[in-house]
């Protein structure tokens, strides 16, 4: 009986374990993928682990972190590999490993970000000069039909057609007051009508003064308005999110207005076409997208805040959690876990 106990242990032992379904999230550095081969920080951390535990494994991409936290909780997958934050409500639906990673969220703000023609157009009109404008386009209709009265009166080589004279009057009427030079015109009065004539011309500086200056001023408000260095900037505005992240739950638990894209590209190209005023996001992979993507023109500001730890996720009680533990655990201690962070963000200030 002994003997027979010991052989089916001994058999137990020797059977091969059953490969691993890794989960995984595209999300630079942690996670990358290229021509079907995946890498990054995280990556490259469990493929080691999984080596020294003499783990086969197949990786499963999903498209959020949504579906892989949602897959990871049916058993769908083993682990979960990517930056993946611990969180009390993620660590009541899977397990956590020991972290491997200090981060937390920035935020991230398209550098030519430009006030948008309505935007413009109400900053006129809640700064009161739209109203001016429109008794200015009064004046010039005004101006254009008393100048054709005046030359159909006085100038026999005036245009004898109502259309054509109108045209040429305002034609005049707006030489003046967009550069404030009036036409080539016959001087029929002498020195009164030279009199005349400056002070019209004046009359059109002074309009493309106020117009030039009442647009500088209100674009220059704008740009004051839209600027964003830090959390205290974004409420009132909507700011960019990946689905099923941290930094989705920030939004919505301080109020924010935001919207959800599936990765950092997604929400990029939303923030560079003027959908969101920002990004929330993790601080490095927000640093690492800007630092390698220099021609999309944004930037990382404000500190960081919401300080966070990555892990990798394993279903509730499962017994990987303890193996891979142990095993982050010896190579935190070996420099292992360092090494490979300063390899993909440099050495540590």
């Given amino acids: 009986m002994i003997c027979l106990q010991s052989a089916t242990a001994a058999n137990a032992q020797a059977e091969p374990r059953q490969p691993v379904t890794v989960g995984l999230y595209v999300s630079p550095p942690f996670v990358t993928e290229a021509d079907g081969r995946y890498g990054g920080m995280a990556t490259d951390l469990w493929e080691?682990?999984?080596?020294?535990?003499?783990?086969?494994?197949?990786?499963?991409?999903y498209p959020t972190l949504r579906t892989l936290v949602d897959a990871t909780a049916k058993g769908d997958?083993?682990?979960?590999?990517?930056?993946?934050?611990?969180?009390?409500?993620r660590a009541q639906r899977i397990d956590f490993t020991q972290p491997w990673f200090d981060a937390g969220l920035r935020i991230m703000v398209n550098d030519e970000q430009q006030a948008g023609f309505w935007a413009i157009i109400a900053g006129l009109r809640d700064s009161g000069h739209l109203r001016a404008y429109t008794w200015l386009a009064i004046v010039i209709i005004l101006a254009t039909m008393l100048l054709t009265l005046f030359d159909r009166r006085f100038d026999n080589n005036f245009p004898r057609r109502w259309r054509d004279g109108l045209a040429e009057s305002f034609y005049t009427v707006m030489s003046v007051a967009t550069s404030g030079k009036p036409p080539s015109r016959k001087n029929l009065f002498g020195w009164i009508g030279r009199i005349w004539q400056a002070l019209w011309m004046v009359s059109g500086i002074a309009v493309l003064a106020y117009v030039t200056s009442s647009v500088t001023s209100v674009m220059?408000?704008?740009a004051l308005a839209n600027q964003i260095n830090s959390l205290a900037d974004l409420p009132?505005?909507?700011v960019g999110v990946f689905s099923g992240s941290v930094a989705e739950e920030?939004?919505?638990e301080t109020g924010l207005a935001s919207r959800a894209f599936s990765g950092i590209d997604d929400t990029v190209e939303a923030?560079?076409?003027g959908r969101v005023a920002a990004i929330i996001g993790d601080a490095p992979v927000l640093e690492y997208y800007a630092h390698t993507h220099p021609e999309a023109a944004v930037s990382v500001?404000?500190?960081?805040?919401q300080p966070d730890k990555y892990g990798f996720g394993v279903g509730l009680h499962s017994p990987l959690t303890r193996e891979l533990t142990v095993e982050l655990l010896g190579m935190r201690e070996d420099g292992i876990v360092e090494q490979l962070r300063s390899s993909y963000f440099g050495e540590a200030p």
Avoid: S
Wanted: zero cysteines; glycine letters at 12%.
């Fill in 250 to 252: 920030f939004a919505g």
């Fill in 48 to 61: 080691q682990i999984a080596d020294r535990l003499g783990l086969e494994f197949t990786y499963a991409p």
């Fill in 77 to 89: 997958v083993d682990v979960a590999v990517t930056n993946l934050t611990i969180t009390q409500g």
């Fill in 236 to 238: 009132g505005k909507t």
């Fill in 271 to 273: 923030l560079r076409d």
């Fill in 220 to 222: 220059t408000t704008l």
């Fill in 301 to 305: 500001v404000g500190a960081i805040f």
